[in-house]
């Protein structure tokens, strides 16, 4: 009998850990949708919507590859803060060209911050993706392994029960052999 019960609870737990996972996915989904992104014609998946973990990787790289390109390859900590009267960038507030006696702010900065933070989201969305899978994939390995304890819980009660029922003087419904 504790066998049946664990089994039970085993495809209790696994299948309801698929279905959690399963909508995770589909929120993530919908997520995706509602943001509206395309990728552009220069993406390894081009013209598509971005809904799952293979658009948005697809867009995730197109946005760091172009990135790359407009930094020279730099990462957004790595370009300057600040533009110099020749147009080059700095950390340095004191070479900064100003405009109105105020340093003027490197837009790539800021581009390549917007960039970061967005690819990073993406990457984040097939991160969840693939954990979802595996949890949907944890989930049925569990639901499957209680079916086969709980069939073979059933299988030994089905062996002790009649012993069980002698034992408590009861009449047993499986046939009684003297």
């Given at each position: 009998m504790?066998?049946l019960?664990?089994?039970?609870?085993l495809?209790?737990?696994?299948?309801?850990?698929?279905?959690?996972?399963l909508?995770?996915?589909d929120?993530?989904?919908q997520?995706?949708?509602?943001e509206?992104i395309?990728?552009?014609?220069g993406?390894?998946?081009?013209?598509?919507q971005?809904?799952d973990?293979?658009?948005a990787?697809?867009m995730?790289k197109y946005?760091?590859?172009t990135?790359?390109?407009?930094t020279?390859?730099?990462?957004?900590s790595?370009?300057g803060?600040?533009?110099?009267p020749d147009?080059?960038?700095?950390n340095?507030?004191?070479?900064?060209a100003?405009?109105?006696?105020?340093p003027?702010?490197?837009?790539?900065?800021?581009?390549a911050?917007?960039a970061s933070t967005?690819?990073?989201?993406l990457?984040?969305?097939v991160?969840?993706?693939n954990?979802?899978?595996?949890?949907?994939?944890?989930?049925?390995?569990?639901g499957?392994l209680?079916l086969?304890v709980?069939?073979?819980g059933?299988a030994f009660?089905g062996l002790?029960?009649?012993?069980m029922?002698?034992r408590?003087?009861l009449?047993s419904a499986?046939?009684?052999?003297?």
């Amino acid at each position: 009998m504790p066998l049946l019960l664990v089994g039970i609870a085993l495809v209790v737990v696994g299948f309801s850990t698929a279905n959690r996972a399963l909508a995770g996915k589909d929120e993530l989904h919908q997520r995706l949708v509602a943001e509206a992104i395309t990728t552009p014609a220069g993406a390894s998946l081009p013209n598509r919507q971005v809904a799952d973990a293979a658009t948005a990787e697809s867009m995730a790289k197109y946005i760091d590859a172009t990135m790359a390109k407009l930094t020279g390859g730099r990462n957004y900590s790595q370009v300057g803060h600040y533009l110099t009267p020749d147009g080059k960038d700095t950390n340095d507030v004191t070479k900064a060209a100003l405009v109105n006696g105020q340093p003027t702010v490197n837009p790539l900065r800021e581009l390549a911050f917007e960039a970061s933070t967005g690819s990073t989201g993406l990457y984040a969305s097939v991160l969840a993706s693939n954990v979802a899978d595996l949890a949907v994939g944890l989930g049925v390995v569990l639901g499957i392994l209680g079916l086969v304890v709980a069939g073979v819980g059933v299988a030994f009660a089905g062996l002790t029960v009649p012993a069980m029922t002698r034992r408590l003087h009861l009449r047993s419904a499986a046939p009684h052999h003297v």
